[in-house]
Structure formats: structure tokens, C-alpha cells
């Protein structure tokens, strides 16, 4: 055995248990054995946990002389199994930021798995310190944690937006779509950001999935501006993005800015000839065939392109297309003050081959509300119908059948109450399926709670009568 591991082993023995690292260390050195600093980083991967210890407190020194070395032998205790080296670990690479920052970038850059919360934490403490560091380790060409770095620039904030900026002309593999993931967040936060990301997005689809949100949110805010210049420079980007992000602009209809939504909504009206259709072809899902469900976040917004859209919508129930009939059928659905004129249309879809068809214009009827006096007719052809259709055009007639309930002063109240019940029995089974269509389809709160307690009414004799008398029979 060489005469300096026979030292080392000797002094690993250590004192009696129970001592500290700290107590043995000053133990070795008073004994003339105090190994080197590149003896005590060739003992952090002793197996022994205590030796290990004993090597990061040795290491816990002003300055290292071989930061590198020291470093890079520091990173995988950063996950060792003891929960003591890894805390002291991290307390003495924190100690080091300043030597400790480029071989932990290195290391990070050096592959795509060895990113951890440990490193993350460590390099957004050092905040925009670590910036230049961060961008000489990006120098290297062949990096492939490169994207890795990007993600961290990302996390420092405002100070790292000019390095993202410029980062952003990367044509390395993975890095456009690691920039857009770390400036997305930040597009409302300057101009160069959001030129940044608009200009990314124009270059590579696959990034265009991943700002777009962020840009139209912050272009809607800027559409807003009370400044006239800023306002349609704003319109005029929107514009550039294309009808395939009318769905990302009718969004910011549910903005809790009053003036965005007023802003956004003038824009809309002011492309309705362009964007509506564009509008029922974006919340078609792709594979599927089409289901009111799909379109009832159009229904939510269409209005924003103004009372005229409910013409373009009655002129397109006509489609060859049924996903365009049905994006249609349920878009009219929030023209109540236009109902009159789309009843007789929307009636007509209930001969429809598609049943979906039949569906969507039961939802809009539902919504829209009914003649009074056509019930009971209603009532008889929803019977004659196949289930599906049947069950939405009798959705629509119970719903306008509780909007009367709900519409009787309170001293006939019961009275009332009592008629629809009688008239819902005789639909026989088929009124329990209409009353829950009411209860999941109705957007109104007042409608869905009319048909849960009816529903609740109509049960109750049933319960009764299979109930067993207390007598037991006969």
C-alpha cells in the first residue's frame, strides 16, 4: 500500500464516536496529516458517508484553488442518498457561488437529464449575476442541455430578456422552442419581447402554439390603449396573425378589463365577413364528428360579431357541411332578441340525416325560448322523432314550459306548479330525459334549478307508490 493512503487510512479511524467532522479535521490537521485539496475532492466519492462529510467540511474554505475540479466532484452529492451531505452540499456550492456557476452550467449543458430543482434553485439565487455565465456556457455549439440553460434564463426575470431576445435568432435544434417557452410569460412586458415572440412564431409553427396566447392577450391590451397610434399598430398585428387565431382572439372576450373586452369586441365586428367563418371552422376538433360541446365557447362570444352575424349563421344552416350546420345551429343560440325569425329555421333541422344536427337546434331552442301556444304540438313531434332529436326538441319545449312556471306571480304560483307537473306526466317517460336535457343544457341558472326541482316533484309519487306498506300485504 503507498505510504499516503496508509495516512489517509489511518487518519479515516478517526475519534471515538460521537465526534463531529469539524472536531476530527482539526484532529488531522494538529497531527500533521491534513491531506491536500485534491486529496479531500478524491474523497467526496468515498462509499464511507462520514469520510464524504469529512471532505466537504476539509473543503469549506475561503477559496478554492481548483474550482473546476472542486466543483464538478461537488454535483452528484447533490443528490446523495444522505440527506446531511446533500444539505451541506448545497449550503457550501451556495458558499461558492461565484467559482461553483460555470462548471454547475457546464455540467447542466452537458447533457438533457441533468437539470434537477437543486441546480435550478441554485442559479435563479444567483439572479442576474448568472447571466454571463449562462451565455458562455450557451457559446458552446454542441451542447445538447442547451435548451436546459435557455429554460433557466427564462427564470431570471426582466434582466435576461435582451439574452432571450438574442437567443431567439438561434437556429440550433430545440433552442426557438426553449425561447418561446421562457418569454411566452413575459410578452406583455416590453415591445422587444412581444417583436420577439411575434417574429419566432412567424418563423416555425410548431412556436406559434406556444406564444400565441401570450401575444394576443398582450396585443388585446395594447388594442385597448388609449392611444390611437398604439391602438392600431395592435389591430394591425392582430390582423397579421391570421384567421387561424380567431379562437385565441374571441378569448379575450372573457378579459376582466372592461375596456379590452369593448376593444376586442369592435375589432370582431369591424372583420365579421372574414372571421366568422373562420370562427366555426376553429372549434371544429379535428377526427371527430361534430358535437354541440364544441361549439359552445363560440356560442359564448359570437355575438361579438354583431347583430348581422345572426343572418350569416341562418344562411349557413344550409351547409353541405354538418359540422358547419351544427356550428351554426348552436352559434344562433345566443341571438335571443333575434328569436321570432330563427324558429321556423331551426325547426326545420329536426328532419335533418345528422342527428347532431337535430341536437344543436334543440340547444339554440332551448336558449332561445318558444311559442307558448306550440307546446303541446311540439310536445307530440318530439315524440314522433328518433330519441336523440327527440330528446332536444322536447328539451326545448320543457324549458320554455318552466320559464312560464318561473314567470307566474307567487299567489298562482302553485297552481302553476301543479299544471306543468300534470302536463310533464303525460309526456310519460319520456319527460325525465327532457328535464335533464334542461338541467345540463339551459345557460340559464334560474331554468336549470326549475327542472332539478321538478324533476324532484316528479319522483316522489313514484317512490311512493313502489313503496311497501307498513302492513305487509295481505
Not at 262 to 267: K, L, M, P, R, T
Not at 408 to 432: C, F, K
Not at 445 to 460: F, N, V
Request: hydrophobic residues 50%.
Amino acid at each position: 500500500m503507498p505510504a499516503g493512503s496508509a495516512r489517509r487510512d489511518s487518519c479515516r479511524r478517526g475519534p471515538p464516536r460521537g465526534w463531529g467532522g469539524a472536531a476530527l479535521l482539526a484532529l488531522l490537521l494538529l497531527g500533521s496529516c491534513a491531506p491536500s485539496e485534491a486529496d479531500w475532492v478524491d474523497e467526496l466519492q468515498a462509499r464511507d458517508p462520514f469520510v464524504r462529510s469529512l471532505a466537504l467540511v476539509a473543503l469549506d474554505v475561503p477559496v478554492w484553488q481548483d474550482p473546476d475540479r472542486v466543483a464538478d466532484a461537488l454535483l452528484p452529492l447533490l443528490s446523495d442518498e444522505t440527506e446531511e451531505i446533500r444539505l451541506r452540499t448545497q449550503a457550501l456550492v451556495r458558499g461558492h457561488a461565484a467559482q461553483a456557476l460555470p462548471t454547475v452550467l457546464r455540467y447542466v449543458a452537458g447533457s438533457v437529464n441533468t437539470m434537477s430543482p437543486e441546480l435550478a434553485a441554485f442559479v435563479e439565487e444567483q439572479g442576474a449575476l448568472a447571466i454571463p455565465a449562462l451565455q458562455a456556457a450557451l457559446q458552446v455549439e454542441d451542447a445538447p442541455g442547451g435548451p436546459q440553460l435557455v429554460w433557466l434564463l427564462g427564470r431570471l426575470g426582466p434582466a435576461a430578456d435582451e439574452a432571450l431576445i438574442q437567443l431567439s435568432r438561434d437556429e440550433r435544434p430545440g433552442f426557438r422552442l426553449a425561447v418561446a417557452r421562457a418569454l411566452a410569460p413575459a410578452a406583455s412586458r416590453s415591445e422587444a419581447v412581444l417583436g420577439a415572440l411575434l417574429e419566432l412564431q412567424r418563423r416555425d409553427d410548431q412556436v406559434r402554439s406556444i406564444t400565441l396566447p401570450a401575444c394576443v392577450k398582450a396585443l388585446a391590451v395594447e388594442l385597448a390603449r388609449n392611444d390611437v397610434e398604439a391602438s392600431r399598430a395592435a389591430a394591425a398585428r392582430l390582423d397579421a396573425l391570421g384567421p387561424g387565431a380567431v379562437r385565441e382572439i374571441l378569448s379575450q372576450l372573457g378579459s376582466p378589463r372592461p375596456a379590452v373586452r369593448q376593444a376586442v369586441e369592435s375589432w370582431c365586428s369591424a372583420r365579421r365577413e372574414q372571421l366568422l367563418p373562420a370562427a366555426l371552422a376553429a372549434f371544429r376538433q379535428p377526427d371527430e364528428p361534430p358535437r354541440v360541446l364544441h361549439y359552445l365557447e363560440l356560442a359564448r362570444h359570437v355575438r361579438a360579431f354583431g347583430p348581422d352575424a345572426a343572418g350569416d349563421l341562418l344562411t349557413r344552416l344550409a351547409s353541405a357541411d354538418p359540422a358547419e350546420r351544427v356550428a351554426s345551429a348552436v352559434a344562433l343560440s345566443a341571438f335571443a332578441d333575434a328569436r321570432l325569425p330563427l324558429r321556423v329555421e331551426l325547426l326545420a333541422l329536426f328532419e335533418d340525416p345528422v342527428s347532431e344536427v337535430a341536437v344543436a337546434a334543440g340547444y339554440a331552442l332551448l336558449q332561445l325560448g318558444l311559442e307558448p301556444g306550440s307546446l303541446d304540438a311540439l310536445a307530440l313531434r318530439a315524440g314522433e322523432l328518433p330519441p336523440e332529436a327527440g330528446v332536444a326538441l322536447g328539451a326545448a319545449v320543457t324549458g320554455e314550459l318552466l320559464r312560464e312556471l318561473g314567470r307566474a306571480p307567487e299567489a298562482t304560483r302553485a297552481s302553476a306548479r301543479e299544471r306543468t307537473d300534470a302536463w310533464l306526466r303525460q309526456r310519460g317517460s319520456l319527460q325525465a330525459a327532457w328535464l335533464r336535457a334542461v338541467e345540463l343544457w339551459a345557460v340559464e341558472a334560474d331554468l336549470r334549478e326549475e327542472a332539478a326541482h321538478a324533476t324532484e316533484r316528479l319522483a316522489a309519487p313514484a317512490q311512493a307508490a313502489t313503496a311497501v306498506p307498513s302492513g305487509g300485504g295481505d
